[in-house]
């Protein structure tokens, strides 16, 4: 079969989005399939030009021009959409290419749009990888009011996007019951799995998890790890490690507080990584010296194993109102490297539902700071925290891993003949 793939980013670009379709892209050519990428010639964060031609562990690449303003300023951010818009709708129309499926994620939102028109002129099947829901994300953003005209009208453009389509893949199922309002709307299906061992019926709302870098393993135990003392951080303290985005659907007035009331006997609580939200941290930490908060940069990939397993435990959060509309794949990484993972936020979404049936870890409600620092303290035993870590490796081995979790994608995928 033909497949066509379109994201706005791909690698050699770092963004997730692109690294994921690109393991999805290497395991359709395994099963033989020929698998062409449309994306942007520019990078995530507007800096770098990548050829406009290349072919990828079997996967050709063909990359579009656009702006490349990147993460700098929201009229920017348009523009990148736009031109990208422009461009890849020229490509999906006129310049053709054959395919028997294309399938659309989330970057730019509703460019799903395109790859169901294409698929319509062309004769195609399309389907939907959703890794962010539109509109809901925007209400969640604050950027669109509910019942709005606005807002009505996009939400008619994803029902109208999803309609017709072999399928709609989410990353959990709380997305897919969020995912379902809309495809129950437009195809009047309402089927759905409901753990993690997926019938082999083939719904219209699928799911299946995000999955770890390969790479990422636990640190062997008896084997000191060398970052830790390049750090400054001493073989007997906790350490509490947040990595990755800080952004607006996350939680980090909880931790900052507890730090606080813990003071210099507590933890050490170290964030590391950008985002909208840094900047909150930095003020917090300046204006709290009696904290013991550490900030670093994103850690490269090459040290990524060495820096997830530096940390005893690490934390993750999400915002209620975010729940279902987009599954952080931080927790994937944690696990993978057998670390328990300290989540604040809402029960009803993935990462505190996983955390919960793995006994990976602790789930503490929103705003709860008494429930946090109790959480912290059993946290901070090594005993604790090492059973736990174990629970999450083995749930990661289970339910986390690409080869299995790819190999579910291409199978349902190979059935949009």
Not at 95 to 108: C, H
Request: aromatic share 12%; charged share 20%.
């Amino acid at each position: 079969m033909h497949f066509l793939l379109l994201n706005q980013f791909y690698p050699p670009d770092p963004a997730p989005t692109g690294q994921y379709l690109h393991d999805l892209g290497k395991a359709l050519v395994e099963q033989g399939h020929e698998v062409r990428v449309l994306c942007s010639r520019r990078s995530y964060n507007g800096t770098d030009k990548y050829p406009a031609r290349e072919t990828r562990d079997g996967v050709e690449i063909v990359r579009l021009p656009a702006t490349g303003f990147g993460r700098r300023g929201f009229v920017g951010k348009l523009a990148d959409y736009g031109s990208f818009y422009g461009s890849l709708f020229t490509s999906l129309m006129f310049k053709g290419g054959k395919a028997d499926v294309i399938l659309a994620l989330t970057t730019p939102p509703y460019i799903g749009l395109l790859g169901k028109w294409a698929a319509c002129w062309h004769g195609a099947r399309h389907a939907h990888w959703i890794m962010d829901l539109y509109p809901d994300v925007m209400f969640a953003h604050g950027m669109a009011r509910k019942n709005s005209l606005f807002f009505c009208l996009l939400k008619w453009l994803t029902r109208y996007q999803f309609r017709g389509s072999g399928w709609v893949l989410t990353l959990g199922p709380m997305m897919a019951e969020k995912v379902k309002q809309y495809q129950s709307d437009s195809t009047g299906s309402n089927k759905d799995g409901d753990d993690l061992n997926l019938s082999d019926q083939i719904p219209s709302t699928l799911w299946v998890p995000l999955w770890s870098n390969e790479n990422l393993s636990p640190w062997p135990a008896k084997e000191e790890n060398p970052l830790r003392a390049e750090r400054g951080w001493k073989k007997d303290e906790t350490v509490f490690l947040y990595s990755g985005n800080m952004g607006l659907g996350h939680r980090l007035g909880e931790f900052l507080e507890a730090a606080r009331l813990l003071g210099a006997k507590g933890p050490r609580w170290v964030f590391a990584g950008g985002g909208k939200r840094r900047a909150e941290v930095e003020a917090f930490a300046k204006a709290h010296p009696e904290a013991r908060i550490d900030l670093m940069g994103y850690a490269p990939d090459e040290l990524l194993r060495t820096h997830l397993c530096a940390a005893d435990v690490h934390l993750a959060s999400l915002d209620s109102s975010w729940q279902g509309l987009m599954v952080p794949s931080k927790l994937q990484g944690s696990f993978a490297v057998g670390r328990p993972v300290l989540f604040v936020g809402g029960r009803n979404c993935e990462t505190a539902k996983w955390i919960e049936e793995s006994g990976g870890g602790w789930v503490v409600p929103e705003n709860d700071i008494s429930a946090l620092i109790l959480a912290v303290k059993q946290a901070s035993n090594p005993v604790e925290f090492q059973a736990r870590g174990l629970a999450a490796r083995h749930f990661a081995e289970t339910y986390f891993q690409k080869s299995s979790n790819c190999a579910q994608i291409v199978s349902w995928l190979e059935t949009l003949k």
